[in-house]
């Protein structure tokens, strides 16, 4: 759906984007993130067509946006952070004139009631929108970029200025339309993009650093695959400990097991350290389901989104995307490939 090969953006001889491509399949919520100056802006503004690229090529629905911009942006609803409204009209004032400015030829009525229901505007169409809070100016926004039903939307800060419910409401539309929608959210609300988003690229120093779900680029960022399991034992007594400690240390690919204090009667928890090529849970499971132990907890030591966007963009590592491809990489996994200290000119 939405197609991104070799884009770059220069800003004299500062290169904003360089060289970035990915994919974003029909149906698919991609989280782009970024800190400031990164090129993440620079990117979304070039995705909407609202600035050119200075090389590289953008298809949206298979349409180029440079060699064939009107078809290419007919098939996008774009909110920016700041939502493009006119604040002296009424919100259905405003939502017709956008209705006629899109050219949309769905049912008038039936199609901005069904929006302004869906972003809960209903009651407020007759009001001015300079009138209006900030959140309800928000969900205007996004009822604009609603309008003809685009095939692609792309989000920049959505949540921005809502209370709490209203984040969860705007949350839960931007799930449901990503089952018929491509979608691209950029936040800076670290938790919302992991709640939302089936998929993250985070961009540093205009290039592509990590390319992923949270999980996948955890497992690259670190060799330390670790784990701490509650197993009960059958005996209930503390003979247990040395017996399930010895089973998992017998399983391959372990290189670790330590059992920590007793945490019920006769039941432990057992902190295991796998070797980063292993995926030891299944071993796991299927011993103690051998054994008759039940396993009472399974927590992975997972790095949050916020360890995970911290440690690509301080400098601690260069491009996880490199590792995620390049396997061959995984001998020298302990190096880390700094980036230098000069920050990128150029917009975010």
Request: glycine share 8%; charged share 30%.
């Amino acid at each position: 759906m939405i197609e991104v090969r070799n884009l770059v953006k220069r800003y004299g001889d500062k290169k904003a984007v360089n060289n970035i491509s990915f994919t974003v399949e029909k149906g698919e919520i991609l989280g782009f993130l970024g800190p400031n100056g990164a090129g993440k802006s620079t990117t979304m503004n070039m995705l909407t067509g609202y600035i050119s690229s200075t090389s590289g090529q953008i298809l949206i629905n298979g349409v180029d946006i440079l060699e064939n911009p009107i078809e290419a942006k007919s098939n996008i609803g774009y909110l920016p952070e700041i939502p493009p409204l006119y604040v002296d009209m009424t919100v259905d004032g405003y939502l017709n004139f956008m209705y006629d400015l899109k050219k949309c030829k769905l049912s008038r009525k039936a199609h901005l009631k069904e929006i302004c229901d869906l972003c809960k505007i209903s009651h407020v169409r007759e009001r001015l929108i300079r009138n209006l809070s900030k959140g309800y100016k928000q969900r205007v926004g996004l009822a604009q970029a609603l309008i003809n039903n685009p095939p692609v939307l792309i989000l920049d800060e959505p949540t921005v200025g809502l209370d709490p419910n209203q984040i969860i409401e705007i949350r839960t539309l931007i799930k449901k339309l990503g089952r018929n929608h491509t979608v691209i959210l950029s936040s800076h609300i670290l938790p919302e993009i992991q709640a939302v988003c089936d998929r993250i690229i985070i961009i540093n120093k205009g290039v592509v650093a990590a390319d992923g779900t949270a999980n996948e680029i955890a497992n690259k960022l670190t060799n330390e695959h670790k784990m701490t399991i509650r197993i009960e034992g059958t005996s209930h007594t503390a003979s247990d400990k040395q017996e399930i400690t010895n089973a998992l240390k017998s399983l391959g690919g372990i290189k670790y097991v330590r059992a920590d204090m007793e945490r019920e009667k006769g039941i432990y928890d057992y902190d295991i350290e796998a070797d980063e090529k292993t995926d030891v849970r299944r071993a796991v499971n299927a011993l103690c389901r051998e054994k008759g132990w039940n396993i009472l907890m399974l927590q992975l030591s997972d790095m949050t989104l916020e360890d995970i966007f911290l440690k690509i963009t301080s400098g601690d590592i260069a491009s996880v995307q490199e590792r995620i491809s390049d396997e061959a990489k995984d001998a020298v996994a302990g190096m880390e490939m700094i980036f230098g200290d000069d920050k990128e000119e150029g917009e975010e």
